[in-house]
């Protein structure tokens, strides 16, 4: 549990490419990601923790903003120094991502079976019949009584629920190092969001996947995470086991986002 | 002065139906037979999820949907039945407040502009005395009154929200039907809200009708429950009843789905299977297919209304398990 998978230090994230108006959304994040936890990040709207890990994937793309970090190392590799094109091996089998709203992850003109079985195809070389079983498998694995319908099955025929859960055993289908889910259930009803969370806390247990659970939900931070990270104005300005911040948060506006989740008025 | 029930609101047996355009002409009930009153100075929240007809049922009360059947009386009279003038009354009477206040304020009227619009429409006051009037309800929502010269996009979400508020509250309305408006705030914002939506409460008496799939939003600030599934009510009572002792298997599952705010509270528990379409609803009862506590008979007979609670308190659920 103690060694990080992905270490991250002096992460910025700079928009308006450098001109007056440019600002810091990141600014100087650094943190490590220990094998197979649950680490929350958490913070308001435009605290920049989706920029955060738009970053860590490479998808923010120049034209937009620029990112520098001193160290963005997965396992024994300095991202840094590859290569868009070795990124692209990486993205979606060593780190794959799970946003929040899952037709933005879904090509809505192909059937989610032939999505799901693309990954097999692409990032571990099985054949079509063969990455036709393995999606079955994960399918199934994520909760569908009836794989063998989802598979085909275009997205705009599942409900959102059921389009998550086709993102999430995309995502987990290479069991990645590291999977990066961004509000990935803040579109979702509360009983479906139980369902794809348990689900997903499951299949990243079982294939030892560490999770960066970005959330603005203090109630799914106390749930299912480690340990978390509180964002504010692009900084970290709390990380702590979940325990400790629930019991004693020692940054005041931690405690203003407890005490708002608990109910008081912050 | 409320209707001879003491209700400020009252739906009666109200269906509203969607014309599903599609191979064949097929129809898609999304209230079914709902009954609901709503109370002079209190909040009313109306609970479901995605599907369930919430929305439908606040636009319909709103007349922003039409109505196949049952009636919806504003202080006892029927809304369906009124002249013009009185339609007119009812309106500025009856509020509404959007989720996404982007979307309902226009992006080219500053504050004062939205505000002037209700009291112009409806030729409230002199036109000198207008200003002073969207002043006042700036003031009773928190505003400052040098934001009154900003554009929507000039404005944060929580203040945009306010002025949604704003412009709701300058016609002196009774009731506010507000649909999801603290759903797309974060959560220090949406605290302060509630706090506002329970002092206009306190202080000018006002009704809300407070539609919502949050339970943790709704347990903070309701006066009553009604949950919504699959186009009926399943349960309706006082706050304090229905969350205390919640009736309905359904509700004990939603209250039991969210996750609490404190790592030694025990998990969300799932429930299985997710709604079924609207299109095919079920027969007996319309929670039956996902229920964990369903007997022989939930899947053959609809249950009736029963009362819940010890006689007294109005907490009323729609279960076989309370009718054996």
């Known amino acids: ?266 | 002065m409320t209707g001879a029930t003491g209700q400020l609101l009252s739906v009666r047996h109200l269906v509203v139906r969607y014309d599903a355009s599609g191979s064949r002409r097929q129809s898609l009930t999304a209230v079914r037979n709902v009954s609901l009153d709503i109370a002079p100075g209190r909040i009313q929240a109306l609970v479901g999820e995605s599907g369930s007809g919430k929305t439908s049922l606040a636009r319909a009360i709103l007349r922003l949907l039409p109505i196949a059947s049952g009636q919806v009386l504003f202080r006892g009279q029927d809304m369906a039945t009124m002249d013009r003038r009185q339609l007119r009354t009812t309106r500025r009477s009856i509020q509404a407040v959007f989720q996404d206040p982007l979307a309902s304020l226009s992006p080219r009227r500053n504050v004062m502009q939205a505000l002037l619009e209700p009291l112009d429409h409806f030729r409230i006051g002199l036109a000198a005395e207008r200003e002073q009037r969207a002043l006042g309800a700036l003031e009773t929502v928190g505003l400052d009154a040098g934001l009154r010269h900003r554009y929507p996009h000039e404005l944060s979400g929580g203040q945009r929200q306010r002025v949604s508020l704003a412009r709701a509250l300058v016609t002196e309305p009774d009731l506010i039907i507000a649909d999801e408006p603290v759903s797309s705030l974060d959560v220090p914002v949406q605290a302060r809200i509630i706090e506002l939506i329970r002092e206009l409460r306190d202080r000018l008496g006002l009704s809300f009708l407070f539609v919502s799939h949050d339970l943790s939003v709704v347990r903070r600030l309701a006066d009553d429950v009604a949950v919504m599934y699959l186009g009926q009510l399943v349960e309706t009572g006082p706050a304090a009843n229905l969350l205390g002792q919640p009736a309905h298997p359904y509700t004990r599952c939603l209250l039991a789905s969210i996750p609490v705010p404190d790592p030694d509270h025990a998990p969300p528990s799932v429930v299985a299977g997710e709604a079924p379409s609207a299109l095919t609803p079920p027969g007996g009862c319309v929670f039956h297919m996902r229920c964990p506590e369903r007997i022989a008979r939930c899947a053959a007979e609809m249950p009736e209304e029963t009362r819940a609670s010890a006689p007294g308190t109005d907490h009323r659920v729609r279960c076989h398990l309370w009718n054996r």
């Not at chain 1, 197979?36 to 920029?51: M, P, T, W």
């Not at chain 1, 868009?84 to 879904?106: C, H, W």
């Not at chain 1, 803040?186 to 996947?209: E, H, I, K, N, Y």
């Open chain 1, 1 to 266: 549990m103690s060694t990080p998978i992905l270490s991250v230090r002096e992460l910025s994230v700079t928009l308006g490419g450098g001109r007056a108006s440019s600002t810091n959304v990141v600014d100087g994040v650094s943190f490590d990601l220990l094998a197979g936890e649950v680490l929350a990040l958490v913070g308001e709207s435009g605290c920049g923790k989706s920029k955060t890990a738009e970053a860590l994937m490479g998808l923010v793309p120049a034209s937009l903003g620029s990112v520098r970090a001193r160290r963005l190392r997965l396992g024994e590799k300095e991202l840094l120094d590859l290569p868009e094109s070795a990124l692209r091996r990486i993205r979606g089998r060593d780190v794959s991502m799970v946003f929040q709203e899952p037709l933005t992850a879904l090509d809505p003109v192909f059937r989610a079976g032939v999505q799901l079985a693309d990954v097999f195809r692409r990032h571990r070389g099985l054949g079509r019949q063969q990455a036709r079983l393995a999606a079955i498998e994960m399918l199934s694995r994520v909760g569908f009584a009836d794989p063998d319908l989802v598979l085909r099955s275009y997205p705009h025929e599942l409900s959102g629920g059921m389009r998550q859960r086709v993102v999430i055993a995309m995502a987990m289908a290479c069991r990645p190092q590291v999977l990066i889910a961004d509000e990935p259930t803040s579109a979702l009803d509360v009983t479906t969001q139980a369902q794809v969370l348990a689900q997903l806390t499951d299949l990243a247990g079982a294939a030892g996947t560490a999770i960066l659970l970005i959330t603005h939900d203090l109630g799914i931070v106390a749930q299912y995470c480690d340990r978390a990270l509180v964002m504010r104005h692009g900084r970290i300005v709390e990380e702590a086991a979940v325990r400790q911040l629930f019991a004693g948060p020692a940054h005041p506006y931690t405690a203003d986002l407890l005490a708002a989740a608990r109910g008081g008025v912050a």
